[in-house]
C-alpha cells in the first residue's frame, strides 16, 4: 500500500498545514465521523460527498458518486486530498482502495481495505469459508448457487428451525431472512435463486443454523498486524417495538453493552479478534481499516454472525462520541504503519441513540416534509446525527427512510437514552415514528 510522504514522515509541515480529508458517505454514520473529524487538530479541510442536510457546517459539501472512482480521482487532485474515509461498504467491494493504490496520477491514502479484504462482507459464502479455514467460531451453514435450488431445498432438512437464508452478496442490509416455516424457506430460496430477488447478491445463498443469545457489535481498526478495540455496542434491527416486524438499516444503538462481560471480551478476543487478524496475514490478504464483528453471545462463548468491513450505521453514532482521542490521528496512524503507538482513550460515559424514521420505513415512504426543533441545547449532552435529511431554501426536510439519529450520552445507558428520549420530544416532522423500547430488554437484564 503507497502513502503519501507527508504522512510517513510526520513531518513538521504535515502538523502545520494540516491534512485535507475527502469523506465518501451521506448517513448518520457519515455524519457521525464528520462531526469527529472536524474536532481534530490536525485537520485542515474536510470534504464531504455528497453529505447530507445536517453536515453544511462541518465542511465542503461536493457532488460526488462514490462509486466513480474517476471522478472522486479527479476531485481528490483537484483538492489536494491527502486521505479518503470511506464510509459505506460498496465502494469497499468495489475496490475503491484498489483503485487508488494503482492510480499514477494520486498519491493518496484510503481509510478501508481493498477488495480482496472487503469480501468479508461482500460474500457471506467467502466470510464462512474463512472462518472455518482458521478455526473462528460460527454457525454451521451450506452454500448454493444458482443452478443447485434443489440441493439447497433438500439441505433444509438438515437444519432446525428457524431457518436462517441469507443472500451471498450484499443487500442493503436486507439480504437475511429467517423463518420458522419449511415452506417459506423453501419460497425464499426459489425467490433468490430462480426469482432474482436481491438480484446479483441473491445469485449465491447461505443456509445458516440459528443460534440462540444475546447480539453484540464489536469494532476493531486494524492495520493487518496491529489493532484497536473500539467500544462496544448493540443495535436494534427491526422496525416494531418488541424486536417484531421487517429488518432494517437499524432503529437505534446503546454503548456499552451490560452484558459484555470481561470474560466473554477476552474469549472474544481469543477465538475471534485475534484469529480473525491472523487469518488475514495467512491468506496474504492485506488489510488497513476497521472490522465490524457481528457477535452472537451463546452462553458465555460468542460466534461470529457477520464480518463488516467498515463501521456500522447506527452504531457508530455511539461509538464516536465515546473515544476522547483525535480521530484523524487514529487515521494518519493507520496509514503511517503507526498504529500500535496510537493511544486510544474511552470515555466511560454510556451513548445511546434512537433512530427517527419516516413513516412506512423499510417499505414506501414520502420525503420531502419540513424538520423543526432541531436546535442546539447547551444545556443538553448529546448530538443529533443526520441521516436522511436534505436542506432546501434554509430549511431542513426529510430525505430517506431513517431521517436522524439522536444520541444522548450520560453516566449510563438508562441516562443516555433519557437523553435521547428528551431530545426526540423536541423534534417535529409528519409521519415521524421511532422506537420507544431501544434498550428496554438492556435495562431489564442490568
Same mark, same amino acid.
Given at each position: 500500500?503507497?502513502?503519501?510522504?507527508?504522512?510517513?514522515?510526520?513531518?513538521?509541515?504535515?502538523?502545520?498545514?494540516?491534512?485535507?480529508?475527502?469523506?465518501?458517505?451521506?448517513?448518520?454514520?457519515?455524519?457521525?465521523?464528520?462531526?469527529?473529524?472536524?474536532?481534530?487538530?490536525?485537520?485542515?479541510?474536510?470534504?464531504?460527498?455528497?453529505?447530507?442536510?445536517?453536515?453544511?457546517?462541518?465542511?465542503?459539501?461536493?457532488?460526488?458518486?462514490?462509486?466513480?472512482?474517476?471522478?472522486?480521482?479527479?476531485?481528490?487532485?483537484?483538492?489536494?486530498?491527502?486521505?479518503?474515509?470511506?464510509?459505506?461498504?460498496?465502494?469497499?467491494?468495489?475496490?475503491?482502495?484498489?483503485?487508488?493504490?494503482?492510480?499514477?496520477?494520486?498519491?493518496?491514502?484510503?481509510?478501508?481495505?481493498?477488495?480482496?479484504?472487503?469480501?468479508?462482507?461482500?460474500?457471506?459464502?467467502?466470510?464462512?469459508?474463512?472462518?472455518?479455514?482458521?478455526?473462528?467460531?460460527?454457525?454451521?451453514?451450506?452454500?448454493f448457487g444458482s443452478d443447485q435450488l434443489a440441493?439447497?431445498?433438500?439441505?433444509?432438512?438438515?437444519?432446525?428451525?428457524?431457518?436462517?437464508?441469507?443472500?451471498?452478496?450484499?443487500?442493503?442490509?436486507?439480504?437475511?431472512?429467517?423463518?420458522?416455516?419449511?415452506?417459506?424457506?423453501?419460497?425464499?430460496?426459489?425467490?433468490?435463486?430462480?426469482?432474482?430477488?436481491?438480484?446479483?447478491?441473491?445469485?449465491?445463498?447461505?443456509?445458516?443454523?440459528?443460534?440462540?443469545?444475546?447480539?453484540?457489535?464489536?469494532?476493531?481498526?486494524?492495520?493487518?498486524?496491529?489493532?484497536?478495540?473500539?467500544p462496544s455496542a448493540k443495535d436494534y434491527k427491526?422496525?416494531?417495538?418488541?424486536?417484531?416486524? +421487517?429488518?432494517?438499516?437499524?432503529?437505534?444503538?446503546?454503548?456499552?453493552?451490560?452484558?459484555?462481560?470481561?470474560?466473554?471480551?477476552?474469549?472474544?478476543?481469543?477465538?475471534?479478534?485475534?484469529?480473525?487478524?491472523?487469518?488475514?496475514?495467512?491468506?496474504?490478504?492485506?488489510?488497513?481499516?476497521?472490522?465490524?464483528?457481528?457477535?452472537?453471545?451463546?452462553?458465555?462463548?460468542?460466534?461470529?454472525?457477520?464480518?463488516?468491513?467498515?463501521?456500522?450505521?447506527?452504531?457508530?453514532?455511539?461509538?464516536?462520541?465515546?473515544?476522547?482521542?483525535?480521530?484523524?490521528? +487514529?487515521?494518519?496512524?493507520?496509514?503511517?504503519?503507526?498504529?500500535?503507538?496510537?493511544?486510544?482513550?474511552?470515555?466511560?460515559?454510556?451513548?445511546?441513540?434512537?433512530?427517527?424514521?419516516?413513516?412506512?420505513?423499510?417499505?414506501?415512504?414520502?420525503?420531502?416534509?419540513?424538520?423543526?426543533?432541531?436546535?442546539?441545547?447547551?444545556?443538553?449532552?448529546?448530538?443529533?446525527?443526520?441521516?436522511?435529511?436534505?436542506?432546501?431554501?434554509?430549511?431542513?426536510?426529510?430525505?430517506?427512510?431513517?431521517?436522524?439519529?439522536?444520541?444522548?450520552?450520560?453516566?449510563?445507558?438508562?441516562?443516555?437514552?433519557?437523553?435521547?428520549?428528551?431530545?426526540?420530544?423536541?423534534?417535529?416532522?409528519?409521519?415521524?415514528?421511532?422506537?420507544?423500547?431501544?434498550?428496554?430488554?438492556?435495562?431489564?437484564?442490568?
Amino acid at each position: 500500500m503507497k502513502f503519501r510522504t507527508i504522512l510517513c514522515l510526520r513531518t513538521e509541515t504535515h502538523y502545520f498545514y494540516g491534512m485535507n480529508v475527502l469523506l465518501l458517505g451521506s448517513g448518520g454514520r457519515e455524519h457521525a465521523m464528520a462531526w469527529k473529524l472536524s474536532e481534530s487538530s490536525m485537520l485542515r479541510d474536510l470534504h464531504i460527498a455528497p453529505g447530507n442536510g445536517g453536515m453544511h457546517e462541518l465542511g465542503t459539501m461536493a457532488d460526488l458518486d462514490a462509486m466513480d472512482f474517476q471522478a472522486v480521482e479527479r476531485y481528490v487532485r483537484r483538492h489536494k486530498i491527502d486521505l479518503i474515509v470511506v464510509g459505506s461498504e460498496a465502494p469497499l467491494v468495489a475496490g475503491i482502495s484498489d483503485y487508488f493504490e494503482a492510480s499514477q496520477k494520486t498519491s493518496v491514502t484510503v481509510v478501508g481495505p481493498k477488495k480482496q479484504g472487503a469480501m468479508l462482507e461482500g460474500s457471506k459464502e467467502f466470510a464462512k469459508n474463512f472462518m472455518q479455514r482458521h478455526n473462528i467460531p460460527t454457525a454451521r451453514y451450506a452454500s448454493f448457487g444458482s443452478d443447485q435450488l434443489a440441493e439447497a431445498v433438500q439441505s433444509l432438512d438438515a437444519f432446525q428451525a428457524p431457518y436462517v437464508i441469507k443472500a451471498d452478496g450484499l443487500a442493503g442490509g436486507k439480504g437475511v431472512i429467517i423463518t420458522e416455516s419449511k415452506k417459506e424457506a423453501t419460497d425464499t430460496l426459489k425467490a433468490m435463486l430462480e426469482g432474482g430477488a436481491f438480484k446479483e447478491a441473491g445469485k449465491r445463498v447461505v443456509i445458516e443454523e440459528f443460534l440462540t443469545g444475546q447480539e453484540v457489535s464489536m469494532f476493531v481498526m486494524t492495520d493487518g498486524k496491529s489493532y484497536h478495540i473500539l467500544p462496544s455496542a448493540k443495535d436494534y434491527k427491526r422496525i416494531g417495538e418488541g424486536d417484531t416486524g +421487517l429488518n432494517t438499516g437499524g432503529m437505534g444503538a446503546i454503548s456499552p453493552v451490560p452484558y459484555l462481560s470481561e470474560e466473554f471480551q477476552q474469549k472474544a478476543l481469543n477465538q475471534i479478534i485475534i484469529p480473525t487478524i491472523k487469518g488475514l496475514t495467512k491468506d496474504e490478504i492485506p488489510y488497513h481499516g476497521f472490522i465490524f464483528f457481528g457477535l452472537m453471545k451463546v452462553g458465555s462463548d460468542p460466534y461470529v454472525i457477520e464480518y463488516n468491513c467498515r463501521m456500522g450505521d447506527p452504531e457508530t453514532e455511539v461509538v464516536l462520541p465515546r473515544i476522547k482521542s483525535d480521530l484523524l490521528h +487514529l487515521f494518519e496512524s493507520l496509514g503511517s504503519g503507526l498504529l500500535s503507538e496510537y493511544d486510544l482513550e474511552i470515555d466511560e460515559r454510556a451513548a445511546a441513540t434512537v433512530v427517527m424514521a419516516s413513516e412506512g420505513y423499510p417499505g414506501a415512504y414520502e420525503t420531502n416534509r419540513e424538520i423543526k426543533g432541531v436546535v442546539e441545547d447547551p444545556n443538553w449532552d448529546g448530538m443529533v446525527f443526520h441521516a436522511g435529511t436534505k436542506i432546501s431554501r434554509r430549511k431542513l426536510y426529510t430525505n430517506g427512510g431513517r431521517v436522524l439519529a439522536v444520541t444522548g450520552r450520560g453516566a449510563t445507558v438508562e441516562d443516555a437514552l433519557k437523553r435521547s428520549y428528551e431530545k426526540i420530544e423536541k423534534i417535529t416532522f409528519e409521519g415521524a415514528y421511532c422506537r420507544m423500547d431501544i434498550g428496554a430488554d438492556i435495562l431489564d437484564l442490568a
